[in-house]
Every structure is written in C-alpha cells, then in structure tokens.
C-alpha cells in the first residue's frame, strides 16, 4: 500500500476516534437522537481498543499509535481533491453524522464520498464495519450454531422459588414380577448409539428442541459458558456452604423436600425409626458418590448416631475424606468390593457387587441399610445428547445395588439423567415395582439446564430377591456384550410398561416437563452469552431463604483447627468442678465391703490393666493420659481411629486369642465410661445409658474391613447381683511367654480373652436415693432415704453422672492370695474372696 493511502485510513480512524470521545450531545441529532450508525461507529472504536490492549504486535497494524499518525505530513494531492465544506453542506450524504472536525480531517487526507481510498480511488469506499464479536473469544472468531435462533423466551419462566412439590408416581398395584415372568423380558439386539427417535416417553418436538439447545453449546468456550451459566441461574449462590462441595446441598435439599425421610426415617404412621437413645445405629450407603458430599451432610446430620458403608471407583474421584470438614469421617467405611479396602470398586462388575452386599450385610444385623444414596455419572463431553445411553449400565449397577443392600423398609436416592429410551424406563418400571412409592424429581441445587434428576423411592417392599436376581442377570449380559455390536435394549417389555397407563401417563409428563425447562434454561444462558451485562438479581437473596428454610447455618468452609490435648480436655469439661486428675478408685476389702450394702445400686466390669482418660482429636490424633500429671498427654501408640472431640474413660488391654504358640495378641481400648462422644456431652445421663451410647459409638468407628486396626470395645458390665456370672467366663490357660503355667484368664463376648487384674463396682444411684426390690410386687422400686418417698420409676435426680459414679468407684483387685478360681489353692484370710463377695450379695440383694 502506498504511503498516501496509508495516510488516509489512519485519518479514517482518527476520525472515528475522535467521534467516540465526543460529548453525549454531540452523538444526538437536532433532536436529541441517536444517529442509526452512531452505536456502529462507537462499536468500532471499542474493538479497536480493546485489539490495543490484547496485542502489542496490532499496534501499528491497526493504526493506533495516534500520536505518531498526528504528526505525518499530508499529501497534498489529496487535500486539493476534495474539499471539506462539500462534505459539511451535503446535508443528504451518508456521512453526515460525523461532526464538522471529523469530516474536515477526512478531507484532508484525500477522502471523497462514492470513491475509493488510493490514487487511482482503488481503496475501500464503506465505512469499517461494526463488529459482531461476542466476549472475549478472539478478534473475528464465530461460533458454529451462534447463528442460529433458539425462537424460546426464557423470560416467561416462572418466578424462582424456595418452595418445591413433589409429585409421586402413583402406587403401583400390580404384584412384584417374579423369575417366571422377567425369564423373556431382556431383549438382546444392534447396539443403537441415537437418542432423535426415542419419543414413547416424550414429544417428538420437545425431543427434537432439547437436543438441538444443547447442540448450540457444543463449540462455546468452557469458562465463557460457565460465566453465563452462574450469572443466569437463581440458585447459583447455594454452592457448597461449608460442605466439601455442591452434591452435600443438593442431599440437603432432597431430604428436607422429602420430609426428613433419609436422616429421620419414619413408619407408615409417622413416627421416627430411630431416636438419639436409640441402641441401633442409622445405616447409611454411598455409592459412586466420590469424593463424599452426600455422606458428609449425612454425617454432619447424625453426628456419630449414623454409620456408613461407601464403595465409589478408586482413582482421582475417589472419596475424599480428609476433606470432611463438616462432619467426621472416621463414621463412614469406603469398601471397594473384591478385595475390600485394596479393591477397584468398579460397580459394573457382579463380584464388587456381590462383595459389597455382604459386607453391608455382615455390618448390619444381616438386615442391611436404612437407605442408600447413588450420585454415579462421568464425563461425556461432546457426547450430551448420549449420555443416557452410554451411563445405561452405571444406571442400572446402581439400581441393582440399591436392591441389595437395602433393607426391608429402606430408601433410596439416586441421580439419573434423561430418561427417553425404554431401557431406562423399563429400570424405573422395576423401582417402581418394588418400592411402595417412587418420584422423579428435580431439586433447585440441579442446575436447571443439565438433564440431571433423581429418582427419589420410598419403603422397600419385601420379595423383591426375584428382581435383583434378574437385574444381576441383565449386567452380566451387558458385560458379556461390552465389545461386540450387540446391545440390551429392553429389561421391561413395551407393552408390560404401557399396560400400566398410570406409570406410563406420570413417565411421559415428568419427561415432558422437564424438557420445556431444561429448553428455558439452555436459551437463557444464551442469552446471558449473548449480553454479559444480564444477571440474576436474586440470588443472594433465595440463597439465604433456601438455607434458612433446609436447616443449613450460613457459614464459611473453614478448614478445621489443631488443638492439643490439654486444652482439649479443659473444653470438653467446662462448667465442672472436678479434681479427676487427683482420684484413685477405692479398694474393695473387709473394710470398705460394706459400702455395697444397697446391691441393686451397682454394677461392675473386669479390669485388664490400669484406667486412663483417652481424647480423640480426630483421626489417629489420640492421646491419653496415664494418672501421674495433669498435663501430661501421651499420644496412643495404636493403629486406630476416633471422632475429634472424644472423652473416655479406658483401658489399654492385651487380648489373646488361642493358646500356645498359635497364641495371637492384640492390643485393645476397653471403654470403661464415655463422658463425650464427638462432641456430644453424655455425662449428666445414666450409667446404663453412656455404656449403651458408647456400644453404638464403638459400631459406629468401627471397621470391619481394617483387620491391621486396633480394636475398641465396651467393658461387659453385669448388675452386681449378677456376679456369679463373671466367675463362669473365668478359666485357668497357658499365656504365650508364661512359661507354662496357668494364669487366670477371662473370655469377653468374641472369644478373645485377656488376663484380669480386678473387678470394678460402680455406684448408679445418686444419694440419698436407692434401689429396693419390693416381695410383694416383685419389682424394684427407688427410695428416697432423707423423704421416705419411693417410686417404680426412676426420679431425675437419682441418676448419678459421671462424676459421682468416678468418684464412688471401688476396685476389688485380684491379686496374690485371691481366690476368685477353684483352681487356685492358696487364699489370704485377709484378703476378700469369690465366696465372701456373693455371700454378701446374697444376703443383701434380698
């Protein structure tokens, strides 16, 4: 190009500069209105600086060095050309909405109207173009399908809010298929990879309109579609709170919608299944669920009232629960299948299935879980509109799971995403069999335009094995088939599903409904692409309604704090005067015998070594503290886990198992008391209570699939009239390294036993009241010593916390010259013995 040419399309732009800064008025016509290439020219000069601050190397290309353009010398062929006047008075050009500066500089430079730029007029005649761009995509890049109009008005959609419905498939009536029935049902034909003709359960125009939104997204920049979509959803700001991430809000939100029904499961009259004092446990599942939101909102729910079992596949979306900041991980187990802790929990495969449901089983009475929660999905990016197809068997894995390890009575949760094709339907159909009443249903913590839903079932029906037995059936086909051009394209038969018009009329609607959403929400984003000046202006404020209304504190995810065991124990303990530091357990002997005078007062438990306070701070952060000094915590040099901000009473114990030199050893933590259970303080209740508390806490830290862990157990504890029995489980046995000879041994309850070292008796009742047995009612009753007044039931006041039963502990220790055993010959006259100890008793328990 030459020089002089060069020359005039700067001036060109200068120009169109210069109109940019101008005053507002001076954009206005004689009116005060925009001229119609005004946004145009404005529109220009903003590309053109935004090329300056995006690339140094444009500069001179572009023109927009203006201070060196200003100073170059002007052709002077060109300034005799045209004349600047011609241009101000030609009231009808189409330039005559730049201002008389702009058209004189353009005269300057050689500009005529209706020829072009150069010597010979061989140069650009229009003004540059406005531009198209749409954010920061690159100067001159179009997106493939931006073209294209969705036709929808998203902004019909209906008001954001907090309340939602659900809507229930109607009972099913007809009676769970059996073996006989589903023997033809799967039906095996060409592996089918098209989702465009899939309308038996929807509307081959809703269809068509929701695959072809999602189409448009498909060459959109990631990080510009994420923008959009965060600024035009409502429910956006939820996110996680202090969860490790957004699946712990969305369990939130399906368990308050469904009344509690997965952490306060109740009966068909209402009433909850379980209480805090309840012995039993909450047993929970997570599966394919990493990295564990759904189970930390559990867990955070139930505090240690709950357990659970997790099996998800191992690798970098595996749990992770370092990350429970919310609540504690040490209640929840992952289990990988074959293989348990070192398996690849791979749900596909019938033997991580099979182990799975045995483990659940063997931890649960044999009775299974309460409910079970599955969140399986993965990437399927480019592939939207197949994701149904190609997560077909992760779908039905998760189904198949649920069926076997859920108990009669369970629940179950699990995502789902479209579901058009029979084979996903014919997998609801059989939920819908087998459970009393089954929703799909869309929480507000979904984003609206994915194809995400749950599938939310209640109350497992009992006789379902059939079912299960057939869907294993229909996975070890789909394995089978894997890699071959066949596929399972039907579980259910059409004509079984439609036979039902009630399931197959709620299918078609909920399929229906949730497309015309889903259509709103795809165009919304669009729009929110297309104008990155719109926003939701909401959102703060459905957030804090949401939360308000589910139960969830507005707080911060804090990582959570160390603390040292010192200043742990002096805050768990606050408000109570006690000098427990300083106290020893009273000898039991002739001299103190009498204080157990009130028998039905008591109980007791077989000692195996010395007392300590344990603390749990978390973890294998446990410490213990050995009697001597107050300050003085040893960190517990054992393999095992416990919940942060744990108090209890303990002892270290070696327990045996066999005899001889097959004779195995293992250390153990015996609980002798709880005071605070992860957080929970339990001090004020009944004795009977902290060790019935304390049985379902040790069930609930427990890990069966950890054999290299330490194990925690609760101290048998017997009513003092009862101690005749201790004496049964009393026997005489070769301990590896004794050389030979007999000790005394006690055997607990799992067959391991350990060498006693005494008896201790605890106090239960406070003073003055005590327990009587009354000859004539045949039942016992309290008495109150100081106001003779007596009572079948007991007076709050009578319980004796923690403290008093510490404090009014005697220990009878067996040593030389106690004869507890009929083995053992010599015996100390001194000394109290097994048939002075239940003489008294007998005498005094009546």
């Known amino acids: 190009m030459r020089k002089p040419l060069l020359l005039a399309i700067m001036a060109h732009k200068i120009a169109l500069r210069k109109l940019v800064k101008m005053e507002p008025a001076s954009e206005k016509g004689e009116k005060g ?154 039906t095996v034909g060409k592996r089918k990879m098209i989702i465009e003709d899939e309308t038996e359960f929807c509307g081959e125009e809703l269809l068509h309109n929701v695959l072809k939104c999602k189409t448009v997204f498909d060459d959109l920049d990631g990080e510009e579609m994420r923008r959009a979509r965060t600024r035009s959803n409502p429910y956006e700001m939820i996110r996680g709170v202090f969860f490790l991430n957004r699946a712990a809000m969305k369990m939130a939100n399906i368990d308050f919608v469904f009344d509690r029904m997965f952490t306060n499961p109740k009966d068909s009259s209402g009433n909850s299944l379980l209480k805090d004092r ?65 398996g690849d929990g791979d749900i596909t495969r019938p033997e991580n299935i099979t182990a799975f449901r045995n483990f659940v089983l063997d931890n649960t009475d044999r009775k299974g879980v309460h409910f079970m929660m599955a969140d399986g999905g993965f990437s399927v990016e480019k592939q939207e509109n197949l994701q149904e197809i190609l997560s077909k068997q992760l779908l039905l894995c998760q189904f198949l799971t649920g069926l076997s390890v859920i108990r009669t009575g369970g629940h179950f949760v699990c995502k789902t995403f479209d579901l058009f094709t029979p084979f996903s339907v014919g997998l609801i159909y059989l939920l819908y069999t087998c459970f009393e009443r089954v929703s799909l249903f869309k929480p507000v913590t979904s984003r609206p335009a994915n194809s995400e839903r749950y599938v939310v079932c209640k109350s497992l029906k009992s006789g379902i094995d059939d079912v299960r037995e057939y869907l294993f059936k229909v996975n070890n086909r789909l394995n089978q088939l894997r890699k071959s051009e066949l596929d399972v394209n039907l579980v259910v038969p059409l004509d079984v599903i439609k036979g039902d018009p009630e399931f197959t009329d709620y299918m078609i609607r909920s399929n229906e409904s949730h497309c015309s959403s889903q259509i709103k929400a795809l165009a919304k984003i669009y729009a929110f692409v297309q104008d990155s000046t719109l926003s939701e202006p909401r959102q703060a404020e459905i957030r804090k309604g949401c939360l308000q209304l589910w139960g969830i504190p507005d707080q911060a995810r804090v990582a959570l704090s160390s603390s040292d065991p010192k200043s742990k124990f002096f805050e768990l303990i606050k408000g109570t005067d006690i000098d427990i530091f300083s106290y020893k357990s009273t000898p039991l002997n002739n001299k103190t015998l009498d204080k157990i005078r009130c028998v039905l007062d008591y109980r007791c438990m077989v000692s195996g070594s010395e007392p300590k306070f344990l603390i749990g701070l978390g973890k294998s952060q446990i410490y213990t503290w050995d009697g001597r000094q107050s300050d003085r915590w040893t960190k517990l040099d054992l393999k095992t886990e416990l919940p942060r901000d744990t108090l209890l009473s303990v002892e270290i114990v070696h327990e045996l198992k066999g005899e ?64 005749e029995k201790i004496f049964v489980r009393l026997e005489m046995k070769v301990i590896k390294g004794s050389h030979n000879m007999l000790r005394l041994s006690y055997t607990g309850r799992d067959d391991r036993h350990f060498v006693p070292t005494g008896l201790y008796i605890v106090r239960t009742t406070n003073e003055p009241w005590t327990m009587a047995f009354s000859k004539s009612c045949k039942r016992k009753f309290f008495f109150n010593k100081t106001t ?51 003489s008294f008793i007998r005498v005094h328990s009546v």
């Open 33 to 186: 209105e925009k001229h119609p290439l005004s946004e145009k020219v404005l529109q220009y000069g903003h590309v053109q600086h935004h090329q300056r601050k995006t690339s140094k190397s444009s500069t001179s290309l572009s023109g927009s060095d203006s201070e060196n353009e200003e100073k170059r010398p002007v052709s002077s062929s060109f300034s005799n050309d045209f004349k600047a006047d011609s241009l101000v008075e030609g009231t009808s050009s189409r330039y005559s909405m730049y201002n008389s500066v702009s058209q004189k500089m353009m005269a300057k430079m050689g500009f005529r109207e209706g020829e072009g730029l150069g010597k010979h007029s061989q140069g650009r005649k229009d003004i540059v173009e406005a531009s198209n761009q749409k954010g920061r995509r690159g100067l001159g890049l179009t997106l493939k399908g931006f073209d294209q109009e969705l036709n929808v008005d998203w902004r019909d959609e209906p008001e954001p809010s907090i309340c939602e419905q659900v809507s229930w498939f109607p009972e099913c009536t007809t009676e769970i298929p059996d073996t006989q029935e589903m023997c033809e049902w799967m």
């Open 660 to 723: 001889g030199k097959a004779q195995r050893k293992i250390s153990a933590i015996h609980i002798l008391d709880a005071l605070v259970l992860n957080g929970h303080d339990i001090r004020e209740q009944h004795f009977n209570q902290r060790i019935q508390l304390a049985e379902k806490f040790v069930k609930a830290v427990s890990k069966p699939s950890r054999p290299d862990m330490n194990p925690i157990r609760v101290k048998e504890v017997y009513r003092l009239e009862d101690m």
């Open 788 to 838: 003779g007044f007596s009572t079948y039931k007991m007076p709050l006041d009578a319980i004796a916390p923690f403290h008093i039963c510490y404090y009014g502990r005697l220990f009878w220790k067996w040593g030389d010259g106690v004869r507890v055993h009929d083995s053992q010959k010599c015996q100390n006259p001194e000394e109290l013995s097994k048939d002075d100890i239940l």
């Open 278 to 342: 309840s012995p039993e446990l909450l047993y929970f599942a997570d599966v394919c669920a990493g990295p564990g939101g759904f189970s930390e909102y559990v867990l955070w729910r139930k505090k240690w009232h709950a357990k659970g079992f997790g099996m998800t596949l191992k690798g970098p979306n595996d749990f992770k629960l370092e990350d429970f900041y919310a609540a504690s991980s040490e209640l929840f187990e992952p289990y990988y299948g074959e293989g348990g802790i070192d």
